[in-house]
């Protein structure tokens, strides 16, 4: 029996529901699309912060290469 993938595309990106991710979602009282929207929420939030992270990484790293870091009195 071949199963049936629930796939959501969201600007070029596609989320594909677990069996985890359905059951979830009907413990929950949760529809699939609900479901869908829920974790593409969470991909995309993620990805924020990682951005983030990355941002404050190479501004910390630029910092630490410039003259500022190595003459106190600036």
Do not use: C
């Amino acid at each position: 029996m071949k199963r049936r993938k629930e796939l959501y595309y969201n600007n070029s990106m596609t989320v594909e529901l677990t069996e985890s991710d359905k059951t979830y979602a009907l413990q929950h009282g949760l529809s699939l699309g609900e479901m869908r929207d829920f974790k593409f929420d969470q991909i995309k939030e993620e990805e924020m912060m990682r951005s983030f992270y990355q941002q404050q990484e190479k501004e910390r790293i630029d910092f630490e290469n410039s003259p500022q870091s190595i003459y106190a009195a600036w």
